[in-house]
């Protein structure tokens, strides 16, 4: 579930893809807000209802961005207290936003500047 350290090629919490997604402000409250949230990658589409896959994954590149914003999420939280679950070891690479405001600014700069 944790396996994950980087945000993927087009993962929307990576720098530049902010402005290529362009999520609704309400669209990312929900995921920032949310007590989990699942790698794009790892969630089966097949359905009419989008379900966890068969492997699912949080989402690297939210969570590199909440640790740096000192807001976990529930689930880092939980994992965190009871695994070896080290948000520090999250994108190495430093290919994540470096802030929820940084970001959500990148998804819409008119509305959060």
Not at 24 to 37: T, W
Not at 87 to 112: F, N, T, V
Request: proline share 10%; net charge negative; aromatic share 8%.
């Amino acid at each position: 579930m944790f396996d994950l350290k980087r945000p993927c090629r087009n993962c929307p919490f990576r720098q530049g893809q902010g402005e290529r997604f362009r999520l609704h402000p309400d669209r990312l409250r929900d995921i920032v807000e949310a007590p989990a949230f699942q790698c794009h990658k790892t969630v089966d589409y097949s359905e009419d209802e989008p379900a966890p896959g068969d492997r699912p994954q949080q989402c690297a590149g939210l969570m590199a961005v909440l640790h740096r914003s000192d807001r976990p999420n529930q689930i880092m939280q939980v994992a965190s207290r009871i695994s070896d679950f080290d948000p520090a070891a999250l994108d190495p690479d430093g290919e994540a936003y470096q802030s929820l405001e940084e970001a959500m600014c990148a998804h819409h700069p008119k509305k959060w500047r």
